[in-house]
């Protein structure tokens, strides 16, 4: 089945500087790959997703890259903000289409003042 | 719209004991899913189900079972409970495209002690 690593587990950063975690997926026929954001205390939330069509997708300081030939895909948060203190989860649909969706293990970023 | 409802919030096992947890949404969504998620970890799916009457395993659902007799809800249930179920539980809900994103859950806190 899928399995998806996620580094760096802890990751942080000055305000204002860039942010980026990396994710490998073992099944090559996976073909969505969102990424969650979860809050302190909170639910994970989605905040933005590529498809296995296309390269790259970016929506506002937060866009995400993808690799097919490699199976990794990277999430690159730019001029970071002490709201963006959270902890990430990249995740690859299984390739069949059953739904299926797999988690990596988190990255909790923190973002200095 | 409710979203996805869970209940309890929180609930303290005595080891050996069972319980259900509660999923319900009212999005008509087909796709139901439950995660359980260990402190500092990420997120592990038990069990998913893609439409009424349909269940399949997860990543690690020894211990647990669910059942979908219809749309609305999804139970998970514990039959002897045991310490490293403690964990908190996250179900999930995406409607028919199987690439939508995921709505989860306000999440239940679950101890076994």
Request: with cysteine; net charge positive; glycine share 8%.
């Amino acid at each position: 089945g899928e399995n998806v690593e996620q580094h760096p587990s802890t990751l942080s950063v000055q305000e204002g500087d860039s942010a980026v975690i990396k994710c490998t997926y073992s099944d090559s026929a996976s073909n969505y790959f969102p990424w969650y954001k979860q809050e302190l205390g909170k639910r994970p939330q989605l905040i933005i997703d590529i498809r296995s069509n296309v390269g790259e997708k970016k929506d506002q300081r937060i866009a995400v890259t993808l690799n097919k030939t490699a199976k990794h895909f990277s999430l690159h948060i730019t001029e970071t903000q002490p709201e963006d203190s959270a902890v990430y989860f990249c995740a690859a649909r299984d390739g069949r289409n059953t739904g299926k969706l797999i988690f990596g293990q988190g990255t909790t970023l923190q973002v200095k003042p | 719209n409710a979203g996805v409802t869970q209940t309890p919030k929180f609930r303290i096992l005595k080891i050996g004991q069972s319980m259900t947890l509660q999923c319900t949404q009212d999005m008509n969504h087909n796709y139901m899913y439950w995660y359980r998620q260990d402190p500092g970890m990420g997120l592990k799916l038990i069990y998913y189900s893609v439409g009424a009457g349909i269940t399949d395993k997860g990543e690690v659902p020894n211990g647990y079972n669910v059942s979908r007799s219809t749309t609305e809800d999804f139970p998970l249930r514990l039959e002897l409970a045991a310490p490293s179920q403690t964990s908190v539980y996250f179900c999930a809900s995406k409607g028919r495209q199987v690439d939508e994103k995921l709505f989860f859950g306000s999440g239940t806190q679950l101890s076994v002690l």
